[in-house]
């Protein structure tokens, strides 16, 4: 009986030095390997900063964070906790961190470009910045589609130059992701 626990405290010891560093959200949920941890702390920022969304949207925005964020390998997201790859001017004199991008032609030549990200104190502040960021005239009606968990609200960001990737590579890209994170989801 020791052993076992022994090897179960020495088992949590490894995950814990080799596990990527979580941002400063408090998880809630927890679903094992990387995917699953980055589920987890998506959901829970979301629950937390945007109470009362329903499944779909919620599954939507864990997708699209996953998917521009590289599931959480960002530079922006590891040293900012901007999961949605938002940017900000410097001239802003809110918080800043450079970091590779990618910028693409109607044909989806892509070029990689240098970006300044928005940088948060938690995911829930990137989440509710999100929000309210995709709420603007230059995105309707984005937020009432993802709200209604429409997965549409994409065309509506593509309209408003959020995403330069041709809008049915991004959506199939996304619609590939969410299955993901649907299935990380019905495993929690």
């Given at each position: 009986m020791i052993q076992l626990a022994l090897a179960a405290g020495v088992a949590g010891l490894l995950y814990w030095a080799i596990a990527p560093a979580e941002p400063k959200s408090m998880p809630i949920i927890t679903i094992p390997g990387a995917k699953g941890a980055f589920v987890s702390s998506m959901y829970n920022a979301i629950i937390n900063a945007a109470p009362g969304l329903n499944a779909q949207a919620i599954a939507l925005m864990i997708a699209q964070a996953a998917y521009e964020s590289a599931w959480g390998r960002t530079t922006a997201y590891r040293q900012g906790?901007?999961?949605?790859?938002?940017?900000?001017?410097?001239?802003?004199?809110?918080?800043v961190v450079e970091g590779p991008d990618t910028e693409?032609?109607?044909?989806?030549?892509?070029?990689?470009?240098?970006?300044?990200?928005?940088?948060?104190?938690?995911?829930?502040?990137?989440?509710?910045?999100?929000?309210?960021?995709?709420?603007?005239?230059?995105?309707?009606?984005?937020?009432?589609?993802?709200?209604?968990?429409?997965?549409?609200?994409?065309?509506?960001?593509?309209?408003?130059?959020?995403?330069?990737?041709?809008?049915?590579?991004?959506?199939?890209?996304?619609l590939s992701v969410l299955n993901s994170v649907n299935d990380q989801l019905a495993n929690a």
């Open positions: 906790n901007n999961a949605f790859n938002i940017t900000r001017l410097v001239s802003s004199g809110l918080p693409c032609d109607a044909d989806n030549n892509c070029r990689p470009i240098t970006q300044r990200f928005a940088a948060y104190d938690s995911l829930e502040e990137s989440v509710s910045d999100f929000l309210d960021f995709i709420g603007h005239a230059r995105y309707i009606p984005a937020k009432p589609l993802l709200l209604a968990g429409n997965i549409d609200y994409l065309d509506a960001l593509y309209r408003g130059h959020y995403f330069t990737q041709p809008l049915p590579i991004y959506k199939a890209n996304m």
